[in-house]
Each structure stands twice: as structure tokens, then as C-alpha cells.
T-cell receptor, first 113, second 112 residues
Framework: QKEVEQNSGPLSVPEGAIASLNCTYS??????FFWYRQYSGKSPELIMS????GDQEDGRFTAQLNKASQYVSLLIRDSQPSDSATYLC?????????????FGTGTRLKVLA | IAGITQAPTSQILAAGRRMTLRCTQDMRHNAMYWYRQDLGLGLRLIHY???????GKGEVPDGYSVSRANTDDFPLTLASAVPSQTSVYFC???FGRGYEQYFGPGTRLTVT
């Protein structure tokens, strides 16, 4: 079992729809969770961070965390063609843990105009 | 400088040669990291540094070395490059463990 798992996709959604990206993790000690967007040939760009159970919203993005079920998700509302990219999930044990962040291999999102 | 810079942007290197990838940040972050990204394998941590003068090994440290003489710079050295080190290398930094990481633009390295 991979430490952080994501469906590789591609996930195709029509423009204006909600894109839902999911990530599961195996380390129950994980405390910090991050979503990155990576365009082809570019570096990962931080979108959201979430540290406690529940939802956290930032503009069109909502991160959802459920530590009991060990999953974190990212919702993108009103999806735009410019959202087409690979989305990486990353986890870390937080301030009491290590400096090792574990990344998933990413989900490729395609927003169709 | 704004954020993290890396140099060179890309490099083609003959096997057996020595190469240093440079990374500089201006965010006064304590922690810095080096990752390699390969198709299908995702981002893998090579080495990290939690503060100037201290470094640690990541998931794939063999064949690489790092140093952290000051807060801003974190060079990665390949002592004798091999073709399996062909990859895209990203430097990142964070305030500390558990905090958001910010990535540099990357170095595309090809070892022939």
C-alpha cells in the first residue's frame, strides 16, 4: 500500500462544474495536509493547507479532511480550463514529526471548455 | 529575488561528471528540501535541512550530498553522475516541519 494514494486520472469535468479530487493516506500520525497544483513542465504550486477535521475554503477551492477515515479531498467549484493540471496531495506528521513530506503521484484534471 | 531560485534551469551532463545544483531562498525559512520528480514515481525527497548547519537524508539520498552553510542557500551535489539521476530536481523550503512547502522552478538534468 502506498503511503499517499491518488487516482491518476485523468478526471474530466465540463467547464463550470465541480471537480472533486481525493487522496487517502496510511500514516495515522499525519497532522498536516496540503494540495498542490502542477502544470506540465512547471513546479508544484501550493493551493491549500488543512490541519484539522472539516472543511476549509479559499475562493473556489475547498479542502476537506477526515482523519478518522484517513482521507483528504479538494473540491474546485466553477471549474475553468485553466484549472487543467495535475493535483498533488502531500502529508506530514506536523510539528511533532519529521521533515519528511510524503507526496501522492497526483491526479490529472482536465476541464473541458 | 522573490521566493526560491534554482540554477541551472536545465543541464546535460556526461556520466561520471560532478555537478552542483544551486538553490537560494529569500523567505528566511528554516527548512529546505531537495526532491526529484520522475514520471510515475512522483516527488521523492533526497535530502533536507532543518536549519543552517544541519542536514538529513530523505527517501533517495544515495549519490547525492548537500550542505547548508547559511539560511538562504542549499546546494545539491552529484559527485559522479549516473544516467539514473536523469530527472527534474526541485528545491523547496518551509518555515518548519509541518508547514507549507514552497517550491523553486526546478532543474531538468539529463545524464548521458
Amino acid at each position: 500500500q502506498k503511503e499517499v494514494e491518488q487516482n491518476s486520472g485523468p478526471l474530466s469535468v465540463p467547464e463550470g462544474a465541480i471537480a472533486s479530487l481525493n487522496c487517502t493516506y496510511s500514516d495515522r500520525g499525519s497532522q498536516s495536509f496540503f494540495w498542490y497544483r502542477q502544470y506540465s513542465g512547471k513546479s508544484p504550486e501550493l493551493i491549500m493547507s488543512i490541519y484539522s477535521n472539516g472543511d476549509q475554503e479559499d475562493g473556489r477551492f475547498t479542502a476537506q479532511l477526515n482523519k478518522a477515515s484517513q482521507y483528504v479531498s479538494l473540491l474546485i467549484r466553477d471549474s475553468q480550463p485553466s484549472d487543467s493540471a495535475t493535483y498533488l496531495c502531500a502529508v506530514n506528521r506536523g510539528a511533532s514529526g519529521t521533515y519528511k513530506y510524503i507526496f501522492g503521484t497526483g491526479t490529472r484534471l482536465k476541464v473541458l471548455a | 529575488i522573490a521566493g526560491i531560485t534554482q540554477a541551472p534551469t536545465s543541464q546535460i551532463l556526461a556520466a561520471g561528471r560532478r555537478m552542483t545544483l544551486r538553490c537560494t531562498q529569500d523567505m528566511r525559512h528554516n527548512a529546505m528540501y531537495w526532491y526529484r520528480q520522475d514520471l510515475g514515481l512522483g516527488l521523492r525527497l533526497i535530502h533536507y535541512s532543518n536549519t543552517a548547519g544541519t542536514t538529513g537524508k530523505g527517501e533517495v539520498p544515495d549519490g547525492y550530498s548537500v550542505s547548508r552553510a547559511n539560511t538562504d542557500d542549499f546546494p545539491l551535489t552529484l559527485a559522479s553522475a549516473v544516467p539514473s539521476q536523469t530527472s527534474v530536481y526541485f528545491c523547496a523550503s518551509s518555515f518548519g516541519r509541518g508547514y507549507e512547502q514552497y517550491f523553486g522552478p526546478g532543474t531538468r538534468l539529463t545524464v548521458t
